[in-house]
């Protein structure tokens, strides 16, 4: 009995301990329900910044990183019009009452009662700052949190502060928020300059910002500011005959750009980036001049002339390709000796809030089409696995992708070009050898090498990807592709895109942690693409002669396309710029055969030119340690007799030799299905070529099928109409040219073709297979 009587003592102590516990969790969970809340505690850390461009002409003020125009004043920099005529409006009696202004709420009790409705509010600043600071639901148990919330503001705040924060909160139409940015936004003055007009329409719009919206309702906030001028009266801050001149007088509203005068989007990302909320940040707090309770003044690399007329002309050519559904664009300009971001254009109208203007067409992840290849070139030819004189084939291919369907790259004209040297296929934009050179590659490779560039958003596996990967299967953003650009205009020296000045020398991309600072290896490599690049007769195959890519000064130029026209990219520079450009749109619907050259490349065409204009630029250095030697251009081999157009074309040294040696070129059997299209070939134009069947292919033949499974005999190369087919040394009759159908029978056999003094030989076998197939003409190809 004692035993029990000890465990109900135990278990009542334990269950008292536990009761306590829960208690004290309960008590300190409810603390900040009922503790004061005092003016640090809601401090607006966001404060505004004002931009300057390079030249320190003004960009923009009153940016903050969620894009909304906020400033933060104290009171005694408000002016005076502005306080009086808000007290007026929003509540009268703020000094003389707490949280609660009892009389209003008698008052508009018996104004419902008596009309059924709802006729006046009778919430007080405090209340309305409470709503500001923690939104509820308009309902009853939400008036409560905001009638609690208001008395914990009372507690720990004087009225002034309550003020203070209140209308540093104010929701004064679109994102703007505060006195101060209201003013500088819409006149361009501090707070403190308002006059009565100005400060009386101001008070005006908190009371409903869309529908006294001073760009879209005027006469609505005209009216508006009237009751809040009667309102003034009635409080005895003005008079009446002061009310009535003041409501007269005409107020001009500056449009809405004149906010911000250049580069938004810019701004808004950089205001982000630099994050302001973090005053104890050194690193940040260099790019600001002033104290942080000052107008903060950032001196960025803008151009603003240059970002002005980049804006121009991003209007101009939408307009002029509108008909092909085409909306949006954006561009960047950089300087290549110093990495200074000088133009960032997102949209074409980022205030157009109906066309999506507010996108950021730099971060925009898209599809980025062929731009990414010459990185793959760069990288094949920095491990050997091709060289300046390869022959890569542009024929068609096919890839196994388990799960998936065959893939098949072609380009978007669906024609093969087949043997082709690694310049014309970059420089043509090629599809097949980019995607043959990745397979050398390998796709885990090249992306860590797209990660060493800086395309961090290229976080997918590789098998994610595949070898659609240097097509452009990624989504990348314009900043990135332009950076890893300005890598290749500086030889691989890559180096961190810089936005701002400061003592620190703080860049944009070491904020965001971007590790380009370092050099990439063999700048031989990189000084040939780029001259790939920049070769007009190299790409004419694709792009004509007199192309809009085509400048009357050195330039190295990449062009992209996304599947069903949704992107087009041109990437390009000068030894001193590099200039990004993207066309399409944000809504991602497709533009009305739009390519690359055709979208984007007029809009780089214009920069390029204006960025040019009174001094052109320097030429890229040559390829060092290469040597320049003669090749039949469409062979690329040592010249003959029967080549018709030569060029010089870059080798190694130690490939000299072998271009010197044997002069032929046989083309293996990757080529055949191109050939059999072919009408006529220059590299095979004096030799016959059997194209089917393949030396050592195996065929089945099936019991009974004998003399009924037919396999065909085909040819390239033949000028005359004279052709004689031999197998197993018995001469077939036939009366065909190129081509023939022969029975197959059980044996190896040797087929021979021959036309005057050429001739060609291949050897297959067919079987007799074991078990009857379903279908007929089944056979095993093995090659």
């Given at each position: 009995?004692?035993?029990?009587l ?5 278990l009542?102590?334990?269950s008292?301990v536990?009761l ?6 309960l008590?300190?969970?409810l603390?900040p329900y009922?503790a004061a ?10 404060l ?13 003020t ?29 509540d ?15 008052r ?8 059924k ?21 308009r309902?009853?148990?939400g ?10 503001l009372?507690a ?7 003020l ?14 505060g ?5 500088r936004?819409y ?7 308002l006059n ?12 409903n910002?869309?529908?006294f919206?001073p ?8 009216q ?18 002061i009310a009535?001149?003041?409501s007269?007088e005409?107020?001009v ?6 906010g911000i005068?250049?580069?938004?989007h ?11 909320s973090?005053?104890?940040n050194n ?10 309770g000052?107008q903060?003044?950032?001196r960025?690399?803008?151009?603003r002339p ?7 002309q991003?209007?101009?050519v ?8 085409v909306h ?18 997102g ?5 157009n809030?109906a066309?999506?203007g ?24 920095e491990?050997?696995l ?18 998936a ?26 599809n ?8 050398k ?5 090249f992306?860590?090498?797209?990660h060493?560039l ?16 240097t097509l ?7 900043w990135?592709?332009?950076r ?11 180096t961190?895109l ?5 003592n ?11 590790s ?15 001259n790939?690049?920049?070769d007009?007769?190299?790409?004419a ?11 009357p000064?050195?330039t190295a ?10 992107d ?7 030894t001193?710029?590099?200039?990004a ?6 809504n ?24 040019h204009?009174h001094?052109?630029?320097a ?12 090749v ?12 018709t157009?030569?060029?010089q074309e870059?080798f ?14 046989n083309?293996?059997?990757?080529y ?7 009408q006529?070939?220059s590299?095979?134009s ?5 194209l ?8 089945l033949?099936?019991p009974?099928?004998e003399?009924?499974?037919k ?15 031999w ?5 077939l009759e036939?009366?065909?040219a190129?081509?023939?159908f ?7 056999w040797?087929l021979?073709?021959?036309s005057?003094e ?5 050897s ?8 009857k ?8 190809k093995?090659?």
């Open positions: 009995m004692k035993l029990i000890r465990s109900l003592l135990k009542k102590r334990t008292k536990i306590a516990v829960l208690l004290i969790c008590v300190v969970r603390i009922f809340i005092r003016a640090a505690d809601i401090a607006q850390n966001q505004a910044m004002q931009f300057s461009d390079r030249n320190n002409l003004p960009l923009g009153l940016l903050t990183r969620d894009q909304e125009h906020t400033s933060v004043v104290p009171l005694n920099q408000v002016s005076p019009q502005f306080i009086h005529a808000i007290l007026a409006a929003e009268g009696s703020f000094y003389h009452h707490g949280a609660l202004d009892m009389k209003a709420v008698i508009a009790s018996q104004e419902a009662i008596h009309a409705r709802i006729v006046s509010g009778a919430s007080t600043i405090t209340m309305q700052l409470a709503r500001m600071l923690d939104p509820v639901p309902s009853f148990s008036k409560m949190q905001e009638i609690w919330l208001s008395w914990r009372v720990g705040m004087n009225k002034d502060e309550i203070a924060a209140y209308i540093n909160r104010l929701p004064m139409g679109g994102n703007i928020y006195v101060e940015a209201a003013a936004t006149f361009s003055i501090p707070a403190s300059d009565l007009a100005q400060a009386s329409l101001l008070a005006a719009i908190p009371n910002p869309t529908y919206n760009y879209e309702h005027s006469e609505r906030l005209k508006r500011q009237k009751y809040v001028l009667n309102r003034m009266v009635q409080e005895k801050y003005i008079s009446g005959a009535q001149r003041t007269a005409k107020v509203f500056q449009s809405r750009q004149r005068i250049a580069a938004p810019f701004l808004f990302w950089l205001a982000n980036q630099i994050t302001p973090l005053p104890h690193k940040n707090k260099a790019l600001f001049k002033g104290g942080w000052d903060s003044v950032i960025t690399t803008i151009n240059l970002q002005q007329f980049v804006e121009a991003i209007q101009q939408i307009s002029s390709i509108a008909a092909n559904n949006d664009a954006a561009a960047l300009v950089i300087d290549n000796h110093t990495g200074e971001v000088l133009t960032y254009v949209s074409p109208d980022y205030f809030e066309k999506l507010r996108n950021d067409g730099v971060q925009a992840l898209r599809q980025p089409g062929s731009t990414l290849k010459p990185f793959v070139y760069e990288l094949a030819l491990k050997g091709i060289r300046p004189s390869t022959i890569l084939a542009d024929v068609p291919a096919h890839y196994a992708i388990p799960g369907k065959l893939y098949s790259p072609t380009d978007y004209t669906e024609r093969f070009l087949g043997p082709v040297r690694v310049r014309i296929a970059l420089a043509n934009s090629l097949v050898p980019a995607v043959r050179v990745l397979e590659v390998g796709v885990e490779t992306l860590e090498r797209l060493q800086g395309f961090e958003h290229l976080n997918q596996t590789p098998e994610h990807y595949g070898l659609g990967l452009g299967s990624g989504e990348v953003s314009l990135e592709l332009a890893a650009y300005v890598t290749m205009a500086r030889e691989g020296d890559a961190p810089v936005s701002t000045f400061s620190s020398s703080i860049s944009t991309d070491d904020m965001n942690r971007v380009t600072n370092y050099p990439l290896p063999n700048r031989t490599i990189w000084q040939l693409i780029t790939i690049l920049s007009s007769h190299a790409r195959t694709a792009f004509g002669v007199d192309s809009v890519l085509n400048l000064f050195p130029v990449k062009t992209g396309t996304s599947s069903n026209f949704r087009t990219w041109t990437v390009g520079f000068t001193d710029y590099t200039v450009t993207w066309v399409g749109n944000f991602g619907e497709p533009m009305r055969q739009v390519s690359g050259v055709t979208g984007a490349a007029p809009l780089w065409n214009r920069i390029m030119l204006h960025l204009e001094q052109e630029p030429d890229f250095p040559s390829p060092e340690g290469l040597v320049q030697l003669p039949c251009a469409i062979s690329g081999l040592r010249p003959t007799s029967n080549c157009s030569v060029v870059y190694y040294p130690e490939d000299k030799i072998a271009y010197e040696g044997d002069n032929q070129f083309l293996p059997s990757e055949d299905e191109w050939l059999v299209k072919q006529q070939s590299f095979i004096n030799k016959l070529r059997i089917s069947p393949h030396r050592g292919d195996l065929f033949v099936y009974g099928e003399g009924k499974q396999l065909e005999f085909k040819l390239t190369g033949n000028k005359s109409a004279t052709v004689e087919w197998l197993n040394g018995e001469k036939t009366n065909s190129n081509s023939l022969w029975n197959l029978r059980p044996g190896k040797t021979e073709a021959r005057g050429m001739s060609d030989k291949v297959f076998q067919v079987e007799l297979a074991n078990i197939p379903t279908r007929r003409g089944f056979s095993i093995n090659s």
